[in-house]
T-cell receptor
Framework: NAGVTQTPKFRVLKTGQSMTLLCAQD?????MYWYRQDPGMGLRLIHY???????AKGEVPDGYNVSRLKKQNFLLGLESAAPSQTSVYFC??????????FGEGSRLTVL | GQQLNQSPQSMFIQEGEDVSMNCTSS?????WLWYKQDPGEGPVLLIA?????ELTSNGRLTAQFGITRKDSFLNISASIPSDVGIYFC????????????FGQGTELSVKP
């Protein structure tokens, strides 16, 4: 039972570099989310998707882009990384209302 | 911005003590969920509440969905060292679809 899998788990970037975080879920869930977690700030929603081919902005979308080309995958992209994007990123999936299932997180450091 | 206020931000307690934390909002919620996050891992669901006034237990944990639908609390009885972690409340705001809003978290430390 893989559940929600995030890759990579760790990454160090230089300012201005780009990268993509991949989230894959095998539960056939419609909804998928990307959150970032910073100390004392809880989990803040970056972008989310309510189904294949759809995306929407969350609380803190600036500097990020997402795509949901396949139902099972939700990609988070940073086009030009900034030190303020140093964080732990969590992907989650959800069948409908209620429980979110989270991945293990991706720790990103931008120097 | 942040629509859920969770308190306290941190707690340092002795093993065996009871713990209480809560979340409040000015918005009405359809669901309240309580998650626990262990270090280096993603949050895991502890208790889900779907109806105003609902009181639900999961072992030593008890949570309630406030009657006004604007608050929820989580109690942990007889704490043990493995209760250490960050506890998050989360909820679906009425008429804002399925996306969850999270509180800032309560970091719990338990001294053996």
């Amino acid at each position: 039972n893989a559940g929600v899998t995030q890759t990579p788990k760790f990454r160090v970037l230089k300012t201005g570099q780009s990268m993509t975080l991949l989230c894959a879920q095998d539960m056939n869930h419609e909804y998928m989310y990307w959150y970032r977690q910073d100390p004392g700030m809880g989990l803040r929603l970056i972008h989310y998707s309510v189904g294949e081919g759809t995306t929407a902005k969350g609380e803190v979308p600036d500097g990020y882009n997402v795509s949901r080309l396949k139902k099972q995958n939700f990609l988070l992209g940073l086009e030009s990384a900034a030190p303020s994007q140093t964080s732990v990123y969590f992907c989650a999936s959800q069948l409908a209302f209620g429980e979110l299932f989270f991945g293990e997180g991706s720790r990103l450091t931008v120097l | 911005g942040q629509q859920l206020n969770q308190s306290p931000q941190s707690m340092f307690i002795q093993e065996g003590e009871d713990v209480s934390m809560n979340c409040t909002s000015s918005s009405i919620f359809n669901t309240w969920l309580w998650y626990k996050q262990d270090p280096g891992e993603g949050p895991v669901l502890l208790i889900a509440l779907y109806k105003a006034g609902e009181l639900t237990s999961n072992g030593r944990l008890t949570a309630q969905f406030g009657i006004t639908r604007k608050d929820s609390f989580l109690n942990i009885s007889a704490s043990i060292p493995s209760d250490v972690g960050i506890y998050f409340c989360a909820g679906n705001i009425y008429n804002q679809g399925g996306k969850l809003i999270f509180g800032q978290g309560t970091e719990l430390s338990v001294k053996p």
